[in-house]
């Protein structure tokens, strides 16, 4: 059974810096495309950024380039998201989720497409 398993997330302050962790389990880890997804309380799930099996390719959503980093380490089985810059509207329940797929990219894959995902870690940035 797949399992992903999101920690990191917690309270800071408005230019403050976090960095989200997401470990599976029941998976060839490197067979998967990984991402983190956002979702803000009354809105609906947004792309954060994605990383292709290698790590040869990551995309982010044009609004929170150069602030997040997405990165993973196979032989750990985790993908790690580096916020920094951190602001109020970035307060959100992030979630990881994997899509097997071994593909370098230009574009994430579909939010849809992915059929595993973690339970989420929340995001608080006080102003």
């Known amino acids: 059974q797949v399992q992903l398993v999101e920690s990191g997330g917690g309270l800071v302050q408005s230019g403050g810096s976090l960095t989200l962790s997401c470990t599976g389990s029941g998976l060839i880890f490197e067979d998967y495309t990984l991402a983190w997804f956002r979702q803000a309380p009354g809105k609906g799930r947004e792309d954060v950024s994605c990383?292709?099996?290698?790590?040869?390719?990551?995309v982010y959503a044009k609004s929170l380039r150069g602030r997040f980093t997405i990165s993973r380490d196979n032989a750990k089985n985790t993908v790690y998201l580096q916020m920094s810059g951190l602001r109020p509207e970035d307060t959100a329940m992030y979630y990881c989720?994997?899509?097997?797929?071994?593909?370098?990219?230009?574009?994430?894959?579909?939010?849809?497409?992915?059929?595993?995902w973690g339970q989420g870690t929340q995001v608080t940035v006080s102003s």
């Open positions: 990383i292709s099996w290698t790590g040869g390719s990551s």
């Open positions: 989720a994997a899509l097997f797929h071994s593909m370098e990219f230009t574009i994430c894959p579909p939010q849809d497409d992915f059929n595993h």
